[in-house]
Every structure is written in structure tokens, then in C-alpha cells.
């Protein structure tokens, strides 16, 4: 199954941008939805993300909409997270997602096969 890496969590303030990386390893990559989940303590696990495998078709969560944009950048290998206007409730372990074939729909755990290990991001002043 693929292999995934994240990368670029940090401190940042609120209102601040940061830029996440989901370094994807496999076959045809392009071929997989990659998400994104994150979970904070005292809430949810919660998919905030995916791009959807072959279409390239985004979702996005409520709580991030208009904020975060997720994009695939080198054939695949790489996707990315953009996150502007962060605010202190963003900060999470943002975990990076994958499944074979297309997702339609709000994303849940079941649905992706491989998890990365997790990047810590905290919005703070």
C-alpha cells in the first residue's frame, strides 16, 4: 500500500498561513484520494480535506472551507495543504490519508487504508 510522510507542521499565530506536505510514496499515485484528518484533544477526529483520486475533485469541511486548499504537485508524489487564516482551533495532529480510487462524499476514517504518523501544527500567539 502507499506510504505517506508529512511534513511542515509548526508554531504559528492566528491569522498566520502554513503549508503542510504529504510525501506520497507508490504506484500511479494519482490514482489515490489523499486526505487529510486532524485531531486535537477534547475533539473529534475530524477529515477536514481529500483530493479525490482521478478527478482530482476537493472536499473541504466546513471549519475549513475558504481557508485550506489541498493540491497535488509532482505527478503525485507530493500533496499539499494550505492553510491561511489559521486560528487557534486549527491547532491539531494533521494526518495525512490514502485510499485506492475515487471518494465522494465527507470523508471518514474507514474509508483510507494508510495513515501517516502525523504533523503537530499549534496556532498561538
Known amino acids: 500500500q502507499v506510504q505517506l510522510v508529512e511534513s511542515g507542521g509548526d508554531l504559528v499565530q492566528p491569522g498566520g498561513s502554513l503549508r503542510l506536505s504529504c510525501a506520497v510514496s507508490g504506484f500511479r499515485t494519482n490514482s489515490y484520494t489523499i486526505g487529510w484528518f486532524r485531531q486535537a484533544p477534547g475533539k473529534e477526529r475530524e477529515g477536514v480535506s481529500y483530493i479525490s483520486g482521478g478527478s482530482s475533485r476537493t472536499y473541504y469541511s466546513d471549519s475549513v472551507k475558504g481557508r485550506f486548499t489541498i493540491s497535488r504537485a509532482n505527478a503525485g508524489i507530493t500533496v499539499y495543504l494550505q492553510m491561511n487564516s489559521l486560528k487557534p482551533e486549527d491547532s491539531a495532529t494533521y494526518y495525512c490519508?490514502?485510499?485506492?480510487?475515487?471518494?465522494?462524499?465527507?470523508?471518514?476514517?474507514?474509508?483510507?487504508?494508510?495513515w501517516g504518523r502525523g504533523t503537530q501544527v499549534t496556532v498561538s500567539s
Open positions: 490519508t490514502a485510499r485506492s480510487g475515487a471518494l465522494f462524499g465527507r470523508p471518514t476514517e474507514a474509508a483510507f487504508s494508510s
